[in-house]
């Protein structure tokens, strides 16, 4: 049973990294970006109601202090003030008479070296009876606007938020919120920030060649790059004939203590295509190239001029893979077989390689489907997904109708889909089936980059797996007659069903792609 | 409604206060009705606002304070069930109902009334206007927004802010 699946973000933040192996472990060098600290969902408005103050922005504004008028009535009412919660606020404390003037004296000091605007001839007592709060939505004290802010799930939504004045500005960087939902986003640069209906231009993303996690690929002459569209960060891979391999003798490893012996591939391919690229961590990308009529995993640095290859270890029919507790993860039809692969750092140059492929979990029965009944066609589409818990495998059974009766391989999708996941047990080397993937996540699926999404009953439902019509583009499935669009499988009872932004759009040779951005 | 009444406070069982707005209008509300708002409700179960008292409210004037207590009055029994775990369908749906039409009111009403729900921290209150608050900015420009809820045009400085800030995150800016 999978309790709980935390979104994973494609990339490895700093714990993560930790799980590398012993040398990769120092080798990486932290660079993420720390993030910040998430407070619980919800936790938010709590902490923040019991502010006796304004927000900043209001100190000074509109000539007076902004004064609580629930503690002006207690103490206008000669009652002793009793809070219940002491969530760390300056009211939260229990207090005598007396230890509460102790504390309006030095409270209203720090007010007034603050800059908080008395006026003249305003005693105390008028200012706890009199005060009059700003009148203009941009000023609303921050909990306030966190309240609202929660209630926004589309990305755009609140970074329009942000853009309506200063003070919204400092509140979306300042509460603690969920992850908005993802972008929906086509090659030609058409996003829908779910669950948003209208089609937004987002020109950063446009022309993208592949896409991993928030990093999506683009060819130029002689390579290519990977940019993040959300923060237009970019990412240099090397050129795509540049592989290089570890030396070594028979059983031994290449490492000797000058570091790793690279031979430079002097056969370098005359094609090589990559396939599913993996930011893995700022010092470490993946992926799948196929040279020589197989493929192998690659692995690079960013910024460095080499793609490292293992050359004992070919996957002639690699399926998925994913960066799960510092390691990759292939799965392979050949044998069935869910391969681990150790990586670690050669020192003195810093980039990383294969040290070891090993066989994690055989697959009974074999994991390949593929069956004709009359004009339908099924075909079994696998995907690796990873979340900090569990390293799941996602079963989807696509139906399509043959365009050909003898060409079994060009079908259209006919929108039916059975969907099944299993959860990696590495202990006992098997898959476990698993019935949910927990009441507030969903599954945002694509080849090559799925990643789940924490949401709350009011966006959309949990326990689902969002998917599309056609993600593959190695297969024929793509008929220029039709348009695609995208569904929502519910885990509960095996429903599909479609769900706003209602979108289609034409085949293209890249397909669609989902982008999450951070809270 | 929640108007000035002269009716005695302890006619049958329930307990009586009276609340003064910031105009010195005298509102007398069952005390349960008047506990929703947290910061009431401990000067209520000090025995406070009751007989010729009354709690005064200096930065909530009549009209604000006549539509939170009408909110009140209306949640009152069904906070009273602890947050109404026994409530029909149809008295779910009845509350439903009302919180639709009850902050189906100008922009400025809602203002008034989210921030008089915080000063007197009335939970529920203050999530039904923000929720309708966003609501009202869903699927709109940053200018849109700010027209429906009444801030005044933006200078050219403002804009280009505005502007700014959707490039920077990657939007053309609308």
Known sequence: MVSRLPSSNGLVGPGREQALGGGVARAVEQQVKPQTERRAHGSGGARGRREWRAAPWTRGSGGTVSCDVGAAALRAAGTRMRRRHCNGGRGAKTHSGEREERRERGEREEEERQGYFYPENMSRSSLMTGARAPRSWSDIPLDLAGLVLRRLPAHVDRVRFAAVCPQWRVAVREIPLPPPLPLLALPDGTVYSLPCSEPLRFPACAGYADACGNWLAFSEEGGCFLRNPLSNATVALPGMFCVQAPRRGAGEQPIGETGVTWTEMVDTPEKLTMYKLLFCSPRLIATFVRFQKTAWVAVCRPGSSWWSVHLDHPFPLFVDVVFHQGKLYVLDHLKDVLFSIDICVDYTTGNPWISRVQQAIRSVPPLRFFHTAGEIVITKVLYLVESPGALLMVHRKMHGRLMNQADTRTAVPTGVNEFEVFKADFERSQWTKVTTIGDDQVLFLRRRCSRFVSVSQNEMPGDCIVFFENDNEDHDWYDEENSYTWYVYDMKNGNVSTCPPMCSWKPVPVPATWLFPEA | ?174
């Open chain 2, 1 to 174: 409604m929640a108007a000035p009444e002269s009716g005695d406070g302890n006619n049958g069982a329930a307990r009586m206060v009276t609340l003064i707005s910031s105009d010195n209008t005298r509102f007398e509300v069952e005390a349960a009705a008047a506990s929703l708002s947290q910061t009431l409700q401990l000067t209520i179960l000090d025995g406070g606002g009751g007989g010729g008292d009354g709690i005064p409210l200096p930065n909530v004037d009549s009209a604000t304070l006549s539509k939170v207590l009408e909110y009140c009055i209306k949640h009152a029994p069904a906070a009273a069930n602890g947050g109404a775990p026994n409530a029909t369908a149809v008295d779910r749906a009845e509350l439903e109902r009302f919180d639709n039409e009850f902050v189906n009111i100008d922009q400025s009403v809602l203002y008034s009334l989210i921030m008089a729900a915080h000063n007197l921290e009335i939970e529920g209150l203050q999530s039904l206007v923000a929720k309708k608050v966003a609501d009202m900015i869903k699927g709109k420009s940053p200018m849109e927004i700010r027209r429906t809820l009444g801030f005044p045009d933006p200078t050219p400085e403002e804009q280009a802010e505005m502007n700014a800030h959707m490039l920077e995150y990657g939007w053309a800016y609308e």
